[in-house]
């Protein structure tokens, strides 16, 4: 390149809302690079968004741009092209002549106005269409996202060029050899000499190659240049990199320059895994959908994808999968730099299709199949891009599937590719030219993910199972015995109803077989999806063209219930128990050995699709404080170690059995390690070991040891601490355990212990008597069930699409909060929130809807409710009722008395009842309970 000259800056702008074309000169300026909502341009959008963020300014339409540039030389001897970086559908104009029109959402629009420039001055009009796109653009152009925003952001240049140049140069990595293959084409000329020369970067070491000539005779060169045996490889572990410069000679003379960086590098499948430079590597990956709330559109500058991507990093994430979009380049270069692996997708949600198909639509699949094309192209040489997808949950024809792969794959070998991310859902195929597979099941019960939707049940085990750190997905993904599964979602015509976005739709399933084993690795598909509690004092963040409206409505919701003064808690809460939730998932990915990785969703929050709160970031990238990266790290790193045991809940002296293991994808030779374990409470060590493993063979799963104790003996309940660590390493893991004592007794005589709110309860109460009401669950119909696990996704939106599919609709809460200093747990130490300890009691309850009550009255245990209903809840609570004192509790302790922690705890609530503590501050008068409990039958 000759040089560049730069067009940002102030632009000559106006809106065209009605695309009825503009009058000149234009009403208004712009600040260039960027939006229309940024600058804040247009009428101002009054409407409140509830299930994504509101933009501001929200326009739709064509935006015209302008601006009058000077060329001060003779342009005879030059080429100019102009280079948009990121933008939606343009056509170009210079002095009034139309150039072109371009619209691909992924890559920048470039066009050759050599023919309209000479020198002296000239007048660039640029229209901006957000609207008809060729497709519908996936979260490239989603108001759950980044917002269908109007603009130009990134570059905005003239590139300029000599009459002769290189174009399109592909650099391609052999590691056996030790060498690149340099692929491109010359403008302007058939023969002439090419030198090549290289310098690595970003690594302790530094090396130099030397600069080598090559003759071309046409206008396609292949070369193959080598770097020697001292070439630094590109991996997650160590990103060396190497600046590559193509010289472009003519006569003696250099006339054009590349300067092109990559990584020497060979990203495969092998068998179940994949592998970087021929070692193993698990991904850990993240989702991204391109979520700025601070700008609205995704940043082109490395320095704002470094701090990002380092975010990422610092909670173990070594991989990048991209919903529907393809990020800019400066997203790459960041990666490179930090060894981070990216897999950007095809801006497509919905049907491909072939010639046969009554809807087929060969213009938007044409679109699609040359998007993909120009990704490759524009970002193909960065070592980080090293996988690809056709879209997101896609159907239609597998055949035509195919074929696509088959046409990137002969085009560019570089990168590994896949049909898509969840194609085909409940009826998964694994198609000629997949490299790997990116799913959540493969048959009906056969699931590899531990969370799911009311409306894709089976839930998964983090939902449904008894804790314990038991699972693994290895029996699910490779079957020891196959077996035929009955499909109920098949409708008998080869339908099936399925999620899309956040509605539903019929699609075809077809050529699906139950006994389908995978033969490339698997990775598990938007893993995850705990909701929290929103954070209020999040709202003043949202200082941008995206204002959280949403979040200030929930907030106003809560209010009206008068429970705005527990927004903090239910946040903390909630957040508490989805990580604990994480725990297990990921845990349950880290035992798999059959499982190649995950993509979760998503490390951060997901600000629209009914408003997802399910990151341990918010939507900024901001840690919410549940948390630390450390903490986080000891469960998703690239060594995680993991005890294996069935239970989490212990009587004195019982038996404790876990089995020691290592997932290790270091880069660092495990020869030997000594392995430290403790169980102990805050003060005492009960019991303690080491074990050290010697002469280990290279291995990414390392059984260590079984360790076998006894519980303490102890005559009060504890909760105890089961700590590993790898010594001399920052590998290291803690679990809760909680232990009761042996000699517990439930002593109910002299109790008043009722199962319904009866004319003998009220006479009792009357007479000034305690009461304990402990309803029959079976009465409870209009209550909320006991489910222990967070809620997925978010209420709303699976609630509507569950009632569309007429399936049952989630429980929708989200937690315990728990008064853990209340009297009532004198017995029963507990935190403020949901720990294994209460998952029966949890699991074998109903929690009663108390909205009516008063503001100041507040269950004891209150079930936490999700942003749409916000019901008070609760599952143990307590008032003043004539002259006596009730405490209503609704665990159905005939399910659960065999279990230590159920029994414990029934005896804390009645040791309570009985004693001089037992004093209900808020008084409810009979009427009012009567209706309370009336109506939780209805």
């Not at 320095?303 to 070594?318: A, T």
Request: proline residues 4%.
């Amino acid at each position: 390149m000759y040089k560049t000259i730069d067009l940002s800056g102030i632009w000559n702008f106006q809106l065209d809302k009605e695309k009825q074309g503009i009058n000149k000169p234009f009403n208004d300026t712009i600040n260039l690079p960027g939006t229309t909502a940024y600058f804040k341009k247009g009428e101002k959008n009054e409407n409140v968004e509830i299930g994504f963020l509101t933009e501001e300014y929200k326009f739709e339409g064509h935006a015209w741009f302008s601006k009058t540039i000077e060329i001060l030389e003779d342009n005879n001897a030059k080429n100019y092209f102009l280079y948009l970086e990121r933008t939606r559908v343009t056509t170009v104009w210079i002095d009034g002549n139309k150039v072109g029109t371009q619209n691909s959402l992924s890559t920048p629009h470039i066009y050759d106005v050599t023919n309209y420039l000479s020198s002296g001055k000239h007048e660039i009009t640029i229209l901006v269409d957000n609207t008809d796109y060729p497709t519908r653009g996936g979260h490239l152009t989603s108001p759950d996202t980044q917002s269908n925003w109007n603009g130009i952001t990134g570059k905005i240049e003239l590139q300029v060029f000599d009459k002769t140049y290189l174009t399109d140069v592909q650099v391609y990595s052999n590691i056996k050899d030790k060498t690149v293959e340099i692929k491109g084409k010359v403008a302007g000329a058939d023969n002439g000499t090419i030198s090549v020369s290289a310098v690595s970067f970003n690594s302790e070491k530094e090396h130099k190659v030397g600069e080598k000539e090559f003759k071309f005779t046409s206008k396609e060169i292949d070369i193959t240049y080598s770097l020697g045996e001292e070439a630094l490889l590109w991996s997650e572990h160590e990103p060396s990199l190497y600046k590559l410069k193509v010289n472009l000679i003519i006569d003696d003379c250099i006339v054009d320059t590349n300067e092109i960086t990559f990584g020497l590098r060979e990203f495969k499948s092998e068998g179940d895994k994949f592998t970087i430079n021929g070692d193993k590597t698990f991904l850990r990956g993240k989702h991204d959908g391109l979520i700025f709330p601070l700008t609205g559109f995704a940043p082109t500058t490395v320095e704002e994808w470094l701090e990002v991507l380092n975010i990422s990093k610092s909670y173990g994430i070594n991989h990048y999968r991209f919903h529907t979009c393809c990020p800019p380049e400066a997203a790459f270069v960041a990666a490179d730099i930090l060894g981070i692996y990216m897999q950007p997708e095809l801006p497509f949600w919905g049907t491909i299709t072939d010639e046969k198909d009554e809807n087929h639509n060969q213009a938007e699949q044409d679109y699609l199949v040359s998007e993909g094309f120009s990704m490759l192209k524009t970002f193909g040489n960065h070592p980080s891009f090293v996988m690809m997808s056709l879209g997101n949950e896609l159907w239609g024809s597998k055949e035509r599937l195919d074929v696509i792969l088959k046409d990137y794959k002969e085009l560019d070998n570089r990168h590994l590719y896949t049909q898509g991310s969840n194609n085909f859902q409940f009826c998964p195929v694994i198609l000629e030219n997949d490299d790997f597979f990116s799913g959540v099941r493969f048959s009906r019960d056969r699931l590899f993910r531990g969370s799911y939707a009311m409306c894709d049940a089976p839930l998964g085990h983090v939902q449904t199972d008894i804790p314990s750190t038991m699972k693994d997905y290895d029996e699910n993904i490779f079957p020891t015995a196959l077996k035929d599964i009955e499909n109920s979602k098949v409708n008998a015509d080869g339908t099936i109803e399925i999620q899309f976005g956040t509605g539903t739709k019929k699609v075809k399933a077809t050529d699906f077989s139950e006994d389908m084993v995978p033969n490339v690795p698997v990775v598990s598909h938007e893993i995850g999806q705990y909701a929290t509690f929103p954070n209020f004092d999040e709202i003043k963040k949202y200082t941008g063209p995206l204002k959280a409206r949403n979040f200030e409505t929930f907030k106003q919701r809560l209010e009206e219930k008068g429970l705005e003064d527990l927004a903090e808690k239910y946040f903390k809460a909630s957040g508490t128990l989805a990580m604990a939730c994480y725990k297990e998932e990921l845990e349950a990915a880290f035992r798999s050995k059959k499982l190649a990785g995950f993509q979760l969703l998503d490390l951060q929050d997901f600000s629209g699709q009914g408003t997802a709160l399910v990151g341990v970031l918010d939507a900024f990238m901001d840690s919410k404080g549940l948390i630390s990266p450390e903490e986080w790290r000891s469960f998703c790193s690239d060594a995680v170690l993991m005890a294996r045991f069935d239970k989490y809940n212990y009587l004195a002296e019982e038996n404790f059995k876990a089995h020691i293991e290592l997932c290790y994808y270091k880069n660092i030779p495990l020869k030997n390690l000594k392995l430290l374990w403790e169980l102990k409470n805050n003060n005492t060590i009960y019991e303690k070991g080491e074990v050290e493993l010697s002469n280990i063979e290279a291995a990414n799963y390392i059984d260590i040891a079984d360790i076998s104790l006894k519980m303490p003996k102890i005559d009060l309940m504890e909760k105890l601490t089961l700590s590993l660590k790898v010594d001399g390493m920052d590998i290291e893991k803690t679990y809760d355990l909680w232990v009761y004592p042996n000699e517990v007794t439930i002593e109910k005589e002299g109790l008043n212990i009722v199962h319904s709110l009866s004319k003998e309860a009220i006479s009792l109460l009357e007479k000034g008597e305690r009461v304990v009401l402990f309803p029959k669950l079976e009465t409870l119909k209009n209550s909320i069930e006991g489910f222990y696990c967070t809620d997925f996704w978010c209420y709303p939106m699976f609630r509507s699409i569950s009632e569309s599919v007429k399936r049952e609709v989630p429980v929708g809460t989200m937690g315990l909060l728990i008064q853990n200093n209340h009297p009532i747990f004198k017995d029963f130490p507990c935190e403020e929130y949901s720990t294994y300890q209460w998952w029966n009691i949890v699991s074998n309850s109903r929690s009663i809807i108390l909205d009516n009550t008063s503001k100041d009255f507040r269950p004891i245990v209150q079930t936490i409710d999700n942003f749409e209903r916000n019901h008070k809840l609760g599952l143990i609570f307590e008032c003043k009722v004539l002259s006596g004192k009730l405490l209503v509790c609704t665990c159905d302790f005939e399910k659960v008395i065999d279990m230590p922690e159920a029994k414990q705890f029934l005896f804390s609530v009645l040791n309570y009842v009985r004693s001089n503590e037992f004093n209900p501050k808020v008084e409810i008068g009979v009427s009012e309970l009567e209706g309370i409990l009336l109506a939780s039958q209805k």
